[in-house]
Each structure stands twice: as C-alpha cells, then as structure tokens.
C-alpha cells in the first residue's frame, strides 16, 4: 500500500517543457508491480487530475480504489526547472490531506505500508495508525522537512513533524540534504542518529556517491552503481526505498536488499520516466556486481568514504 499525494509535475529542462505524472506513490506503485505485487495507492487529486492518468494507473495494474477526486480542490502539482545540476522546486498547487479516516478505510493486515508525502500531506496521527497496522511501514522523509505555499520555491526546514517521524516506522529514508537539515550532520552521522530514535533501518542517499544503511547496530557503506547512460534522475530515491521495504519484506539480508536498492535506482536513471522501471530479475543481476562492494563503514571510515 502506498500513501501519499499522486503530483503532477512540470518539468522544465534547458528550452523543452513538459508534463508528467509523478510523487513517491506513482514510483514505488509502479516499481512494486515490476517485483510482482499487487500495489494500491492511497491517495487524494483534484478535479483537475486528467482521466488518462487514471487510466494509465489502472491498466498498469495499480489498484485505484483509494485514489480518490475531492471537487472544488486541486491536484498537488510541483514545477521542477533544472540548471545544470541544480533544481528549482516550486509548489503550484496542493491537494487535500490524506488524513486518519482516510487511511482506516483500508485494511493494512499483513502489508507492506509506504508512505511517501510529497508536501506535508499524510499527518503523524495518520502515519502512527498505519504503522500499528501494517506488517513492514516505510516512510520517506521529505515531505515532513518540505515547506512551501502554492507560487512558493519550496524549502527543506528542520520540523518536528519530522522528528516524530522517526519513531512512526520501521524504515525510514532521506537524502543528504534532508538529513543534514533534519540532524545538522554528514550523511553518515546522520544515519546512525536516526537510527538511534526508532526506526529498525534508516536509507541516506548521495545520488551519484552512494548511500548508507544504518540497521542491526551497523552502519553500511553502498556505493553508487554507475549507470550505462544518465537520462531521467526524477524518482529513484522513491525507487531505492520501495525496492529495500520490498526486500527486507521478504526477508532478504541487509546486504542484499541495500545492493538491490541501488541496482534498482541505477537502472531507473538511465531511461525517460517509467521506462526506467525493471522487472526484479534485471535488477538482481546488477544487484550481484554490486553487493561484494558494500562495506561496513565507521563514522571515521565513512568520511573518507
């Protein structure tokens, strides 16, 4: 099950502008189908939300039952401009939470939960009761640092929102900046201090550099796996916590889910939008290169990293 804002994003890229369909649910839906999953998505959009994104979703295989069109409201939608490397995120629109009634309308008995708000969306008192109900919750970090009103360039601040976070689900992911914002510490401190406030595994990642997995008492040094081609970078974030709650669902070590986690977000970049989605045996077989390459890191270690 995923929870979360279903976006539409615009995207502008050098002189092309276009627009797609996009948000943490919508990745990790889409990527949950490629491991053989029956995902649904919790959601709420506006009257404005096009019927073929419907459409698209359902005959994926997404389950839409949840997704449900508030009228008189919007859809949440983010303008993304790129330069270079950096990104402008401005919020253009926001759509109504997803709040306690919404996600006890659905039976979480045995489930994985992912819960990715894009912009604040899910409240804590919705995400603690998905965490008491759900067999595995995972919860992205970003939408509880991200502050903004629509027309606004959205800013990451430290929140207790956040914080509280941490102690609401079993695994938590953030990137670098997100958790330096959250802890005031480099990725590798960061992780392990989260992981000290609850959650049985925490996720940095550091896009082209890597990523470390705090879980067990370890601290886990994962290197990036270098891309054929870089295309499309939107996503894989969503794709590396989605891929790691699904593994560690079925049980697969630590070492193994974090190396099919950057396999996974690895093979996502190379190709435009959802194309860069992989069925989970492509995936493995990267996965392979890369797992005698992780390594157990101390803070010490990791700086040189």
Same mark, same amino acid.
């Given at each position: 099950?995923?929870f979360g804002?279903?976006?539409?994003?615009?995207?502008?890229r050098g002189?092309?502008?276009w627009q797609?369909l996009?948000?943490?649910?919508?990745?990790g839906a889409?990527?949950?189908l490629?491991y053989?999953?029956?995902?649904s998505?919790v959601?709420?959009?506006?009257?404005?939300?096009?019927?073929e994104?419907l459409?698209?979703?359902?005959?994926?295989?997404?389950?839409?039952s949840h997704?449900?069109?508030v009228?008189g409201?919007?859809?949440?939608?983010f303008?993304?401009? @790129?330069?270079? /490397? $950096?990104?402008e !995120?401005?919020?253009?629109?926001?759509a109504e939470d997803i709040?306690l +009634? *919404?996600?006890?309308?659905?039976?979480?008995s045995?489930?994985?939960?992912?819960?990715?708000p894009?912009?604040?969306?899910?409240?804590l008192?919705?995400?603690?009761s998905?965490r008491s109900r759900?067999?595995?919750?995972a919860v992205?970090?970003?939408g509880y640092?991200?502050?903004a009103k629509?027309?606004?360039?959205?800013?990451?601040?430290?929140?207790?929102?956040?914080?509280?976070?941490l102690g609401?689900?079993?695994i938590?992911h953030?990137?670098?900046?997100?958790?330096r914002?959250?802890t005031?510490?480099?990725?590798?401190?960061?992780?392990?201090?989260?992981a000290?406030?609850?959650?049985?595994a925490?996720l940095?990642?550091m896009?082209?550099t890597?990523? @470390?997995?705090? /879980? $067990?008492?370890r !601290?886990?040094y994962?290197?990036a796996?270098?891309?054929e081609?870089? +295309? *499309?970078t939107?996503?894989?974030g969503?794709?590396?916590?989605?891929?790691f709650?699904?593994?560690?669902?079925?049980?697969?070590?630590?070492?193994?889910?974090?190396?099919m986690?950057?396999?996974a977000a690895?093979?996502r970049?190379?190709r435009?939008?959802?194309?860069?989605l992989r069925?989970?045996w492509?995936?493995?077989?990267?996965?392979?290169?890369?797992?005698?390459?992780?390594k157990?890191a101390?803070?010490e270690?990791?700086?040189s990293?």
């Amino acid at each position: 099950m995923f929870f979360g804002h279903v976006v539409i994003d615009t995207v502008v890229r050098g002189g092309a502008r276009w627009q797609s369909l996009g948000g943490t649910v919508v990745y990790g839906a889409l990527t949950a189908l490629r491991y053989g999953f029956e995902p649904s998505i919790v959601s709420k959009v506006g009257e404005d939300f096009p019927d073929e994104y419907l459409i698209f979703l359902s005959r994926s295989g997404v389950d839409i039952s949840h997704l449900r069109m508030v009228r008189g409201t919007k859809t949440t939608r983010f303008r993304l401009t @790129y330069r270079n /490397a $950096e990104r402008e !995120l401005v919020l253009q629109a926001r759509a109504e939470d997803i709040g306690l +009634v *919404d996600v006890e309308a659905v039976d979480l008995s045995g489930k994985v939960a992912v819960v990715g708000p894009v912009i604040g969306e899910v409240p804590l008192e919705a995400l603690e009761s998905i965490r008491s109900r759900a067999a595995l919750t995972a919860v992205d970090l970003q939408g509880y640092l991200r502050s903004a009103k629509p027309k606004e360039v959205v800013k990451l601040v430290k929140s207790e929102q956040a914080l509280r976070a941490l102690g609401s689900a079993d695994i938590v992911h953030a990137d670098a900046e997100e958790a330096r914002v959250l802890t005031g510490m480099e990725p590798e401190r960061a992780a392990e201090w989260m992981a000290a406030r609850g959650p049985k595994a925490v996720l940095v990642t550091m896009g082209y550099t890597g990523a @470390y997995v705090a /879980a $067990e008492g370890r !601290l886990l040094y994962v290197p990036a796996m270098q891309p054929e081609q870089v +295309v *499309d970078t939107t996503g894989a974030g969503d794709i590396f916590l989605t891929v790691f709650a699904l593994e560690r669902a079925r049980g697969t070590p630590l070492e193994e889910a974090a190396a099919m986690a950057a396999a996974a977000a690895s093979l996502r970049v190379e190709r435009q939008g959802f194309d860069g989605l992989r069925d989970r045996w492509v995936v493995r077989s990267r996965a392979q290169r890369l797992l005698e390459q992780i390594k157990e890191a101390k803070v010490e270690e990791a700086k040189s990293a």
